[in-house]
């Protein structure tokens, strides 16, 4: 059946998720710990799809990326290129605004390990498609690490095969451009696999396909 809500503050379809949802609420009652819903101007042409929110940002704030080690770079980078009126996000009652910019997770709930499974990536396809769906036609999407590409690649329902993920790669997926990034994890950039220069070359590009 398809979906034509792009998200669901109720869901509680992954009896996993949802279950291990309700053991970090005991533990951090302050915690937001429910689906975290996508921000940004749904029209918003360049859309970024990360992978699940984290324990202490996302989960904890109600805001992808938000408070977290993995938005530091990202904010910072959406700021440097016009997407944001601020150079990074701490909290939803901050007065963050994206521009022409929305964010959204593969999987909308907190995975235990950061690790969602298959069949969690599966069921909240739906919702991916139903944004990708909504977006305008001049719209760039940007990917960030391999399972949220894959994720974008199955929502359009074309074929994994013929598009696989490589770091700042473009692909024409039809409607859209899709461009891949590592994801930009505190591991990723620890370890280096992703740089400040790797991601700035890549919202280079990003911004280049917006405005051609
Ligand atoms: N926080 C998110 O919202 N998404 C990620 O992919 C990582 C951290």
New binding site residues.
């Given amino acids: 059946m398809i979906n034509d809500k792009c998200f669901d503050k109720n869901c509680r379809e992954c009896p996993r998720l949802s279950l291990f949802l309700d053991d970090v609420q005991e533990r951090y009652p302050d915690y937001y710990c429910r689906p975290?819903p996508p921000f940004g101007a749904k029209e918003a042409r360049f859309l970024i799809v990360?992978?699940?929110?984290?324990m202490h940002?996302?989960n904890r704030t109600g805001r992808?990326?938000t408070g977290?080690y993995?938005?530091v770079l990202l904010y910072q980078m959406l700021h440097k290129h016009g997407f944001a009126n601020l150079d990074h996000s701490e909290a939803v009652d901050d007065d963050l605004i994206l521009i022409d910019c929305r964010i959204t997770?593969a999987v909308k709930c907190l995975p235990p390990n950061n690790k969602p499974v298959g069949a969690e990536i599966n069921a909240c396809n739906d919702f991916l498609a139903s944004e990708l769906r909504a977006l305008p036609s001049d719209a760039i999407v940007m990917v960030?690490g391999g399972i949220a590409h894959r994720a974008v690649i199955k929502a359009l329902g074309i074929r994994q095969v013929e598009y696989k993920f490589q770091h700042a790669a473009v692909h024409d997926v039809g409607r859209f451009r899709l461009i891949d990034s590592y994801?930009c994890?505190r591991y990723n950039i620890n370890t280096r696999r992703l740089t400040e220069k790797m991601f700035n070359e890549v919202f280079i590009k990003a911004r280049e396909l917006l405005e051609n």
Avoid at 50 to 54: D, F, I, Q
Wanted: proline letters at 12%; glycine letters at 24%; hydrophobic letters at 40%.
């Fill in positions: 975290v990360g992978l699940a929110p984290g940002g996302a992808p990326f977290d993995a938005g997770n960030l994801h994890s």
